[in-house]
């Protein structure tokens, strides 16, 4: 089971493009249509939140760096700029989509927390400042996502601020709060080299989570979906489109404020990735089958952009902003 878990995390978007494809086929044979996604979304969305706010170590943050600048930059283009890029999107290629609009300001709206950690230590980006304002997100996510979710999304589709309020509460801070506690008896029961030593396969259960929420909410569109292309392109494009809105005044930002590629390269992560887990989680459990099919469409394509955003555009960044 461990080597699943490890193949899992080290091939997401292979497995969520496998499922995907079987989700559809699923959905095309099988009577999915009628079936409540609400309860199987609800165990996923624990399976992907708790063991990743379990092995976020909240409360190193106290000892992490302290770039405000860097962090006040990043959480700007995080929540900020995001939001207006999404909403511009959600006006211009979803204009005829209210609930692939509704998708687009989802992924503006929750950016990108643990995964940014990880992302920066393969940049080889400043994992130090990553983990405060990773955190720092997390926080802020409940608190900050709901009015800019009613603000953008309000006018193209009815949205329960308080019920979104409610739901992020559920969850971010009560895993936050499991994880942080769970975390800790381990260690005093078993010792830190054994935390770490399960720890590895902790984001191989949070992505048989997201594995679980995309099959069965696809399933549950694919005869809605897979006649219509356009749809398909509409999402890849719209969320391509997205990132390179998103990297292009990152990177300049980047260079306006004299940041170096370290720090540089965490504002750009910050500000192109989104969270995969909490968007999702939310669509899956209050919005339309749409909203999900796209939200389950993004693993792929994110993971996919962020590679090429590392290997093949990350030295000519370096170049850009060190030079």
Not at 142 to 159: A, D, N
Not at 184 to 212: D, E, N
Not at 266 to 280: D, F, K, N
Not at 309 to 315: E, N, Q, V
């Amino acid at each position: 089971m461990g080597k699943i878990l490890l193949l899992i995390k080290k091939r997401l978007y292979l497995f969520v493009a496998v499922d995907f494809v079987l989700a559809l086929l699923a959905g095309l044979h099988l009577p999915m249509k009628e079936i409540n996604i609400k309860p199987v979304s609800m165990l996923a969305v624990f399976m992907m939140l708790y063991p990743m706010l379990t092995g976020m170590a909240v409360e190193k943050v106290k000892k992490a760096g302290r770039n405000y600048k860097l962090i006040l930059l990043t959480l700007t283009f995080a929540f900020v700029i995001a939001s207006v890029t999404a909403w511009f999107l959600s006006k211009t290629v979803f204009i005829n989509q209210p609930e692939l609009a509704l998708a687009i300001i989802l992924v503006g709206a929750i950016p990108c927390s643990n995964m940014l950690i990880g992302w920066s230590g393969i940049a080889d980006a400043s994992v130090e400042d990553a983990l405060v304002i990773a955190v720092t997100g997390l926080l802020l996510i409940p608190f900050v996502s709901p009015l800019i979710i009613k603000l953008s999304g309000g006018p193209i589709v009815p949205v329960d601020t308080v019920k979104l309020f409610l739901n992020l509460i559920l969850y971010i801070l009560i895993p936050l709060v499991l994880g942080y506690y769970t975390r800790r008896a381990i260690i005093k029961k078993k010792g830190q080299p054994y935390f770490m030593q399960i720890k590895q396969y902790f984001p191989g259960v949070s992505a048989t989570g997201i594995l679980i929420i995309v099959f069965f909410s696809v399933a549950k569109v694919a005869g809605e979906v897979v006649h219509k292309l356009v749809l398909f392109l509409l999402v890849a494009g719209g969320l391509f489109l997205y990132y390179f809105i998103q990297t292009f005044l990152s990177v300049l930002a980047a260079k306006l404020f004299k940041l170096n590629y370290a720090q540089g390269m965490i504002l750009i992560l910050g500000a192109t990735a989104s969270s995969q887990a909490i968007s999702l989680a939310l669509a899956a459990t209050l919005f339309d089958s749409l909203t999900v099919f796209a939200l389950s469409f993004k693993p792929i394509l994110q993971v996919l952009y962020i590679m090429f955003l590392i290997y093949s555009l990350g030295p000519r960044i370096k170049k850009f902003l060190n030079g």
